[in-house]
């Protein structure tokens, strides 16, 4: 599917450019792109990784992450009935998904691409998504955030007069939209179109698998590990209390600076203050915890680190392909076609058409959406309905084009299946959710 949509867009974009004179502009479109991927994305991205697998080296061979798994492994298993309950990627799908909800896109990317590889190892057919790698990717593309808070903080500059107004309505949507996605990845698994190819004779033995994998089946489990001595057990204790009293610091100077408790958004308050100081605690909680199982942290970060540059390089030509496909068709006037010819549509149903260029986009650039949105808050009002609903859109659904390239092309994986109708169907169902509720909420 994936394969049709990229033709697709390459296409209508050139076709469209040739009718509109829009050439050069597609030709710097497709340059640009090509730019881009390389040093926005990919590069950055490799230097992120790298933190991010070393420190998640740490938490493996210290046993952490299996510690983790444990409190979802009974759900885990009922999502991925394909991974084993003890297999590292069960603690990599949860560290991708605790960091999804709090907002914390840097970690979460690294984490969820650390997932993709433990999958990989577990796959009998290279180049071919499974079951399991599918329903992650929906459960990725369709993530319950609990505080939009790039939306949240344009409203704000904007003046907005409530601007966490929206987390309610976004959480609504997103939920609708995470539903949507399993539901559908896991009825579309069962389509014969879907099926899964027959096993190639000694192609399900690992030789393909990307070289992060062999050391994770290595990691030792936490049954091999005795117990922290007390010392050991007051000082992780001591450290974990520092971070709660700074929650709590946070929290509280919010409310007197703030009177949040009049509002009654103190819930929202902690959220926001523990996505605050999560990326700090992870970065120091992990080696402490290594260290005190006797595991020598720098030596094992390196080795964790190494991958990050890996992956990034090996993700760049995926992210090629889809940058330039949605640059050309968004240089040659496609969105700006598709919000004239459903104007009509629109307007039955009530959504305002200046939306319709961020929902379009949404699903192919985070970074384009969110220019859409501030544009959007600029023009209308950053109290207005139409503000208010791109806000919960844009926290409601996902870049799921992107999301797939990037994770599929980390782990080669050139047929995804039905990952790319379940993503997309889990943005509609959001779409669709923010629309209802917005009206419930804002429109009266």
Known sequence: MLNYLWLLLILFGVLLSVITGRTEAVT?????????????????????????????????????VEKLAAFLRPLLTRLFPEVPADHPAMGSIVMNIAANMLGLGNAATPLGLRAMQNLESLNPRPGTATNAMCTFLAINTSSVQLIPSTAVAILAAGGATHPTAIIGTAFVATSCSFLTGITSVKLLQRLPMFALPPVIEGKNTGENQPPASEPLENAPATSSFTPLSLWKQALLSAYVLLFVWAIIHLVWATILHTAVHQEGNLIITVIQSVSVVAVPFLIGFFPLYASLRGIAVYDEFIEGAKEGLQVAFRIFPYLVAILVAVGIFRAAGGIDLLSRLLAPVLDLIGLPAQLLPLILVRPMSGSAATGLFAEIVHSCGPDSYAAQLAGTILGGTETTLYVLAVYFGSVAVRRGRHALAAGLLADAAGVAASLIVCKLVFKQ
């Open 28 to 64: 710097t479109a497709t340059f640009e792109a090509c730019k881009s991927s390389l040093l926005n994305i990919a590069l950055p991205l490799g230097a992120v990784m790298a933190l991010w697998l070393g420190i998640m080296r740490l938490a493996e061979k210290s046993g952490a």
